[in-house]
């Protein structure tokens, strides 16, 4: 089993900063990676998908980047609404597996 | 727009069953290989079964092989699981979303249904 491994657990960062999530392999996924963000009370929602694709409607804000083993989420300049618990997940393998997630909070 | 609606949650006691279901509807549901991932509370997110599109091929990590049991009706845009042998630590928000082979990633998910499991 491929664990993925998020950094930091939570993140304070102020509105209009920008921020850098972390996401670890443990072994290559290559660029089969997605990222998802989950707001309270709701469910997960799909921002980036083959490492650096934006899915559809997800705000130019958002990107990602990396391969093998080693990503990142970049939040260019952080929206009210971007406070949030990040996660993501490899697709290397059928036997998927998420990260524990990063929770972004008003600093 | 495509909506995923999860019913069949609720408590059980440690070792009975429960069988989820999730009507799709807006996707050419028979497309689309189909997932179950689940939110133990304030927790993370677990994949725990997939379909291929046709059903013919299934898939499952080791936490729920041999107890959980993912199925679809093309006919009916249903996806179901049979889940039995439950355990306390199975308690959590069962998502249904489309993904899994061989795309792999997950969109859009439904609002889930709650499994408790407890005496």
């Known amino acids: 089993e491929i664990v993925m491994t998020q950094s930091p657990a939570t993140l304070s960062v102020s509105p209009g900063e920008r921020v850098t999530l972390s996401c670890r392999a443990s072994?290559?996924?290559?660029?089969?990676l997605a990222w998802y963000q989950q707001k309270p009370g709701q469910a997960p929602r799909l921002l980036i998908f083959h490492a650096s694709t934006r899915a559809t409607g997800i705000p130019a804000r958002f990107s990602g980047s990396g391969s093998g083993t080693e990503f990142t989420l970049t939040i260019s300049s952080l929206q009210s609404e971007d406070f949030a618990v990040y996660y993501c997940q490899h697709y290397n393998s059928w036997l998927y597996t998420f990260g524990q997630g990063t929770k972004l909070d008003i600093k | 727009e495509v909506q995923l609606v999860e019913s069949g949650g609720g408590l059980v006691q440690p070792g009975g069953s429960l069988r989820l279901s999730c009507a799709a509807s807006g996707l050419t549901f028979s497309s689309y290989a189909m997932s179950w991932v689940r939110q133990a509370p304030g927790k993370g997110l677990e994949w725990v079964s997939a379909?291929?599109?046709?059903?013919?091929?299934?898939y499952y990590p080791d936490s729920v092989k041999d107890r959980f049991t993912i199925s679809r009706d093309n006919s009916k845009n249903t996806l179901y699981l049979q889940m039995s042998s439950l355990r306390v630590e199975d308690t959590a928000l069962y998502y249904c979303?489309?993904?899994?082979?061989?795309?792999?990633?997950?969109?859009?998910w439904g609002q889930g249904t709650l499994v408790t499991v407890s005496s």
């Open positions: 979303t489309p993904g899994g082979p061989p795309t792999g990633w997950f969109d859009p």
């Open positions: 379909i291929t599109g046709g059903g013919g091929s299934t």
């Open positions: 072994q290559s996924v290559s660029s089969n």
